[in-house]
């Protein structure tokens, strides 16, 4: 969490750690003796040029940073997008029926999203219930492709590629709808979140 916190707001910290960094400078000269009052009122148009050129520096060095903080934040972010696909099919013969649900994520940022982890916690709603759903979690998936299709020893969604996930699951008619909540995290603490709700009800 810390370092998560660290890595987020590392423009800003950069920036507090320059200004103490020069201010300890400052201090430093004057306990030294290399600056003194008496010695800028007496070269008081140099240091006003300098306090100038300084000031600019610091203008060029915050709208630099402003930049980056910005840019940083629209074309680096971690962004990441999900199809919820559900087949729910009727058994024959059976008060059942079969719910395959596909989870098709795609990095539509442009820095990878490393490791993600990919949970779903489902809710079966009965009419007799309706306050108190069925409730299943699933982490564990039945088909796990990704591409490229080389192996990788740590899972990396590059920019434009996708990963897919897939669960196959019984559902009793006695549940009308079947919500899906999706949860996705990346090894470095990003997480989303995506909802699908289904109609159990299936038409003859």
Do not use: C
Request: positive net charge.
């Amino acid at each position: 969490m810390i370092l998560r916190y660290l890595y987020r707001n590392k423009t800003l910290i950069i920036s507090t750690l320059f200004g103490l960094l020069l201010a300890l400078t400052i201090l430093n000269l004057f306990k030294d003796g290399i600056l003194s009052w008496a010695r800028i009122e007496k070269n008081k148009e140099l240091f006003g040029v300098l306090t100038s050129v300084l000031n600019t520096i610091f203008l060029i060095i915050a709208g630099v940073l402003a930049y980056v903080k910005f840019f940083k934040g629209q074309l680096f972010a971690h962004q990441l997008a999900a199809t919820i696909t559900v087949d729910n099919i009727a058994v024959p013969n059976a008060s059942k029926q079969v719910h395959g649900i596909a989870i098709q994520l795609k990095n539509i940022g442009s820095v990878r999203i490393w490791n993600p982890m990919v949970s779903m916690e489902i809710s079966d709603y009965s009419p007799i219930n309706l306050n108190y759903p069925k409730i299943e979690r699933v982490s564990h998936w039945d088909n796990w492709s990704h591409k490229p299709s080389s192996y990788k020893a740590q899972l990396l969604v590059d920019p434009g590629e996708e990963i897919l996930f897939f669960h196959t699951r019984f559902v009793d008619n006695e549940y009308f709808m079947s919500s899906y909540l999706v949860e996705v995290k990346s090894k470095d603490g990003y997480i989303w979140n995506f909802v699908r709700n289904v109609n159990n009800v299936l038409t003859k």
